[in-house]
């Protein structure tokens, strides 16, 4: 976590289990002799959502201020464990025909992960304790991106 950055980092990963649970989809089963690289993009689907749960864990820590840091984390938390009670009816649709299982995990991760693009990155960024300093913290980020854009006359460039 220290060397790459929240952002980046998530949509990679959930970009690669995305990619490796849809393969699972179009990889046919055990019985065409294909069973080992299935079992590969599997495992490679299963690594980087798990991989990519505890990034996502640490970024929405540092995502909200000190004041609704409990309140947000405890939503995430909830989300999961909505997740967690869907998933186990998919496998079980899954076991019949794989896109139920792997088509809806795939194309869950890897476009609700596209969604991360739009959120600031925290990596080296101070934490926040209330909303005002964020909100100022946001303000003065615009403002700066703002200027580059402005020439002398106040008119964008």
Do not use: H, Q
């Amino acid at each position: 976590m220290g060397r790459f950055n929240r952002r980046s980092s998530l949509v990679a990963l959930t970009a690669a289990s995305g990619l490796c649970s849809l393969a699972c989809v179009v990889i046919p089963d055990e019985e065409a002799g294909t069973g080992g690289l299935r079992l590969a993009a599997e495992l490679a689907s299963f690594f980087a959502s798990c991989a990519a749960f505890d990034v996502m864990l640490m970024y929405s820590i540092e995502l909200f201020p000190t004041s609704v840091r409990n309140s947000a984390v405890g939503l995430v938390r909830k989300a999961a464990v909505l997740g967690g009670v869907v998933a186990p009816m998919l496998v079980a649709l899954g076991r019949e025909r794989s896109y139920w299982s792997f088509g809806v995990f795939g194309l869950a991760v890897g476009c609700l992960g596209l969604f991360v693009t739009w959120l600031p990155e925290t990596k080296g960024r101070r934490l926040s304790d209330t909303m005002e300093e964020e909100e100022e913290a946001a303000a003065a980020i615009l403002s700066c991106a703002g200027a580059s854009d402005m020439n002398n006359n106040g008119e964008l460039v």
